[in-house]
């Protein structure tokens, strides 16, 4: 099957991006390989929008600026599920790699500690295929209601209701470089989007009722401060204890706003 790899493009390590179309290049699989870069400024969900539309093969590839294929098969086997006819999303592994991890200041590592492990997530673009006639029938992605952070989610609740979503045994090294500053900003922006997407999606956001405990304040301190690797950090860890009170704080401002306004604008 011939694919579309989409990379949607934004102030890019240039570095990086090489390392990445090199990466594309050099996958072991047999088919043709379109990349589109989409650099137009138009937000993450219109830019996967546009990168779509200019498509002209049925499965098409979302892959983060920073996001880097582990392995030169990661493409045949993120692409295999979707020759069955019920798969219509595939999704990567994720991993942030722990030398890389290691280089951040340590409140910078205590705030992205989690994901310094090997994820898999729902569905969150850094290495997701996707059959393009799925994505038109669930009506694009929501650049309307999701700004910076949502967007993501809101896709994966449409697509559930579509077909079924595959997640096969292949990997993305995510390069992102953490700082207290821009952690603290995507804590803001993630329960934004949050709350907008429970109340736009009410009962079909899974556990949906953890965001609102999040969201109250003090009350939902210990959400924060259970979900930890303490062990992972050691004695650094204790810094997290008034990092979290922060945070709680900050998830109530973001996760009411987008509750409210019904829509992620931060």
């Known amino acids: 099957m011939d694919i579309s790899v989409i990379i949607p493009i934004y102030h890019p390590d240039k570095n990086l991006l090489k390392k990445i179309e090199k990466s594309i290049k050099d996958q072991d699989y047999p088919d043709n390989i379109n990349l589109i870069k989409v650099d137009k400024k138009l937000g993450l969900a219109d830019s996967l929008n546009y990168g779509i539309k200019k498509a002209k093969t049925e499965i098409v590839i979302s892959l983060h600026q920073d996001c880097v ?19 219509i999303t595939s999704v990567s592994k994720v991993e942030l790699p722990y030398e890389f991890w290691k280089g951040f200041k340590l409140f910078a590592r205590i705030m992205s500690v989690k994901e310094q492990n090997i994820i898999t997530p729902l569905m969150d673009e850094k290495g997701c295929a996707y059959k393009k006639s799925a994505i038109i029938k669930a009506g694009f992605f929501d650049g309307k209601n999701f700004k910076t952070a949502g967007e993501d989610f809101d896709m994966w609740i449409k697509l559930n209701k579509i077909g079924k979503i595959a997640y096969p045994d292949c990997k993305i090294l995510h390069y992102h470089k953490h700082t207290f500053a821009n952690r603290i ?3 803001l922006q993630l329960s934004n989007g949050f709350g907008a997407l429970t109340r736009i999606h009410k ?29 992972r950090m050691g004695l650094s860890s204790l810094f997290w204890i008034p990092i979290s009170l922060m945070i709680n704080l900050i998830y109530c401002y973001g996760f009411w706003k987008g509750f409210l306004m019904k829509k992620q604008t931060i």
């Open 69 to 87: 294929p582990a392995s030169k098969n990661w493409l045949k086997k993120l692409v295999e599920p979707l020759k069955q006819k019920e798969n």
């Open 203 to 231: 009962n079909h956001m899974p556990k949906y009722w953890l965001g609102f405990l999040k969201s109250i304040p003090i009350l939902g301190w210990p959400v924060f401060l259970i979900n930890f690797p303490y062990l």
């Open 185 to 187: 900003k995507k804590e």
